[in-house]
């Protein structure tokens, strides 16, 4: 057995609402008249002494919030961590390679140290190797360089700490650069533009129309690219692309996705974390996984080709080290129940048309069904919110028919870019739910599923991207509503999360005897959720038309042949991975129209 932990996550820990520090009251150590747990006098919270825990298991078991995890670490993490942020904090063991002219993909789950890596590796953060109370920092660099004394990250970091590296870093946090600075896209790509190459990528990923506007006045898959940009038009050693499809339709994740790899020709190292596996398979070169507990731990396995990468972690087992990280596979084969085809109609439409000073589009007839999941796909400005708009009776189509099972449809809406509230996710949630909340079936079917149980006493202001997508995805599904819309309620969720929302989504759906109208890009997670399909084609700006309801497979098959990629399935994990353009494996399936085998 190897060294044990104590972690208390603060944000979780309640003292005033557990009776007055329970975990100190309940401690064996404790009650014998030693200190193991004892109260923070400046947090307020609890701690735990490490040396005096016996592992009893009492006070994880019994806190009522999720807040403290003891945690025997593995034998072969026996060795202190590359960074420990304070007493009863996070731990992260070792780091990935970074390689010259290689993308190196790094896949884990939310909370686990990928972002805290590339802080380190960026030169943002310095690691204190275990002692967080370290305070002297040209000293622990030092102590970074001789730990990795024996390899070539040695030398990365000597050089890197004698800023004789270059590095270019796209955060995940897009929409913190609007604070820091509000002036116009082009000032700011041209301010940082290092390549001459501000007008040409701007250009290329289709930013024509708001380059003279406000970084304040974009949409979240604009100001993603204009912070990708920003990156890549600078000249460095290295660049770090912390979840870059967020927010990016699916023609744009295949044009950032070559952007990327492209910089390899500048014999930079590359390095992507990302959630969409598809995205993530075809960007990179080589896969390191990322795996732990979250909020407790994180290890970094040995670099893998990509293909066996993602598979092992779907599997959640890496047999070279013989470590199994997860208790369950994830598997793409569809679980959810399909749609009674002889649900009720909700809505039905006829040859609408909507114009607009610079914008026109027009849909032909369709109907949306009770207990449906109706997905939308289809590059960003061709009209998908302006249809929505039209359907739930907040726009006028200027022609055609809408007919509406009832006159006054309640509708639910996730805007795709939430803004958090001053409130606990438990009043978020109680104030959509009502009494529905402390139902059974809701605390398991949404509660569980979506791992908000151990969040409920937390502020939205102080929750990560992925939780706060997950927490405001549970409250429109709450209530009466007649019509669920969720926009890309996928961003920032890792994989795992993604596969328990899509079945809850689905399953809420048909509960509620609701339609639901979900809009991503995540063609996986489409895949999976959708009982049919609307495809958005035309000029992103100008016009768009509309194609469906489809069938699954004729949507999918549709989106990918306007794109000019094809799909395939891999053989072992069933996940779908994008096939290189002019291989024969592409060429074949184009010949046959098959751009997407189901």
Request: proline share 3%; charged share 30%.
């Amino acid at each position: 057995m190897g060294r044990r932990i104590a972690i208390i996550e603060e944000d979780k820990c309640h003292p005033e609402k557990c009776g007055n520090y329970l975990c100190i009251r309940l401690c064996p150590v404790n009650r014998e008249g030693e200190d193991c747990i004892s109260k923070n006098q400046l947090t307020k919270k609890a701690t735990i002494d490490e040396v005096t825990c016996t592992g009893c298991g009492i006070c994880p078991k019994r806190c009522p919030f999720g807040a403290i995890h003891i945690i025997n670490l593995p034998e072969k993490l026996d060795t202190l961590p590359i960074h420990r942020f304070g007493k009863n904090n996070f731990e992260l063991f070792n780091l990935p390679t970074v390689k010259k002219g290689s993308v190196v993909g790094i896949i884990g789950r939310n909370g686990i140290g990928k972002s805290t890596a590339f802080e380190i590796l960026s030169g943002n953060l310095i690691p204190n190797l275990g002692d967080f109370n370290a305070e002297d920092k040209e000293l622990l660099k030092e102590s970074t360089i001789t730990k990795y004394s024996n390899t070539q990250m040695g030398e990365y970091f000597r050089e890197l700490y004698s800023n004789n590296i270059k590095v270019s870093y796209k955060p995940q946090r897009i929409e913190l650069i609007s604070k820091i600075y509000d002036g116009k896209v082009i000032d700011l790509l041209k301010r940082v533009d290092e390549k001459n190459k501000a007008d040409e990528m701007i250009e290329f990923l289709d930013l024509e129309n708001v380059k003279n506007n406000k970084l304040s006045e974009l949409s979240g898959g604009e100001l993603q690219k204009v912070a990708i940009i920003a990156s890549v038009i600078k000249k460095a050693d290295i660049y770090f692309f912390d979840e870059p499809s967020s927010f990016l339709d699916i023609t744009s994740r295949i044009k950032v996705a070559r952007l990327i790899q492209s910089l390899k020709e500048e014999k930079a190292a590359v390095m992507v974390i990302e959630h969409d596996i598809a995205t993530l398979d075809y960007i990179s070169d080589e896969i390191q996984i990322l795996y732990g507990e979250r909020a407790c731990y994180g290890v970094m396995s040995i670099s893998k080709g990509v293909r066996n990468g993602i598979n092992d972690y779907l599997e959640g087992y890496l047999p070279e080290d013989n470590v199994r990280f997860r208790d369950y596979k994830i598997k793409f084969s569809r679980s959810i129940k399909e749609l009674n085809q002889d649900a009720e109609l909700l809505v039905s439409y006829k040859n609408l048309k909507k114009s607009f000073k610079n914008f026109s589009m027009e849909v032909k007839e369709g109907e949306i069904k009770k207990g449906e999941v109706l997905a939308i796909m289809g590059s960003n400005g061709l009209g998908k919110s302006t249809f929505l708009n039209m359907i739930s009776n907040r726009l006028k189509s200027d022609s055609g028919e809408i007919n509406l099972k009832k006159k006054d449809i309640n509708i639910s809406y996730k805007p795709q870019y939430p803004v958090p509230e001053d409130i606990t996710v438990e009043d978020y949630i109680k104030r959509h739910a009502g009494e529905e909340m402390k139902s059974g079936w809701y605390q398991q079917n949404i509660l569980e599923k979506l791992n908000l149980k151990s969040i409920l006493q937390n502020n939205l202001l102080h929750l990560s991207g992925g939780e706060l997508q997950k927490v405001y995805v549970a409250g429109c599904l709450s209530g009466e509503s007649d019509l669920i819309i969720l926009d890309e309620p996928s961003a920032f969720i890792d994989i795992e999360d993604r596969i328990h929302l899509a079945e809850v989504i689905k399953e809420f759906a048909q509960k509620k005897d609701a339609a639901c109208v979900v809009v991503d890009h995540d063609v996986q997670f489409v895949e999976y959720l959708a009982d049919k399909m609307l495809v958005f084609q035309g000029d992103p700006g100008k016009n768009g038309s509309v194609i469906g309801p489809t069938e699954r497979e004729e949507g999918m098959n549709l989106i990918l042949k306007s794109l000019k990629i094809t799909y395939r399935k891999d053989k072992d994990s069933n996940r779908a991975r994008i096939n290189k353009p002019d291989s024969q494996l592409d060429k074949e399936q184009k010949s046959k129209g098959k751009y997407y085998f189901i």
